[in-house]
């Protein structure tokens, strides 16, 4: 990775002595404030995460990309950009507009997509993600995010341009 991105990331990196609360069933001492990132931040970390999906996904590019809910940055947008086959960027899709129901699986059936978040703890909701994105017909290349807190093998690769600290799961109450 490259000084350039570390530094970025140390930028938005806040620590604390205590855990605390960074996703609805995690905590952690580490932090990171992603909607502070610049435009010129996320070019940077989308130039360095499409490179490292064409080589991951390599013979084949994506199609679409697919935008998770809960994100704060424009990740996705800059990305389609850096991925772009042509003059045009790679259509962004937002998981929650794709409903079986409302013409959906036309849009990603048969299409190579990659799973686009800000930041992905647990995994969890990109699991749901690509089980809904695979029972709808599309191809799931990889999952795409600024920072990866995951540590762990999943159905496909995580192509990050940071990986984060790891999370602490919290039991269920």
């Known amino acids: 990775m490259s000084q350039e991105i570390r530094e970025i990331f140390e930028r938005v990196t806040e620590s604390y002595s205590f855990p605390i609360r960074v996703g609805s069933r995690c905590e952690a001492k580490t932090f990171y404030r992603v909607?502070?990132?610049?435009?010129?931040?996320?070019?940077t970390c989308a130039a360095y995460v499409a490179e490292r999906i064409i080589k991951v996904c390599?013979?084949?590019?994506?199609?679409?990309?697919?935008?998770?809910?809960?994100?704060?940055?424009?990740?996705?947008?800059?990305?389609?950009?850096?991925?772009?086959?042509?003059?045009?960027?790679?259509?962004?899709?937002?998981?929650?507009?794709?409903?079986?129901?409302?013409?959906?699986?036309?849009?990603?059936?048969?299409?190579?997509?990659?799973?686009?978040?800000?930041?992905?703890?647990?995994?969890?909701?990109?699991?749901?993600?690509h089980s809904k994105m695979t029972i709808m017909g599309a191809n799931v290349m990889c999952w795409a995010a600024l920072v990866d807190r995951t540590f762990g093998p999943g159905p496909v690769p995580v192509v990050a341009a940071f990986t984060g600290d790891p999370v602490t799961l919290l039991e269920p109450t």
């Open 35 to 43: 909607e502070s990132l610049t435009r010129s931040d996320l070019e």
């Open 58 to 129: 390599y013979p084949q590019k994506p199609e679409k990309l697919i935008n998770l809910p809960g994100g704060y940055t424009a990740f996705a947008e800059v990305l389609s950009k850096e991925l772009c086959h042509s003059s045009e960027p790679l259509e962004v899709l937002s998981l929650s507009s794709l409903n079986p129901n409302n013409g959906g699986v036309a849009a990603v059936r048969q299409k190579r997509v990659v799973l686009v978040n800000d930041v992905i703890t647990t995994a969890r909701s990109c699991l749901e993600a």
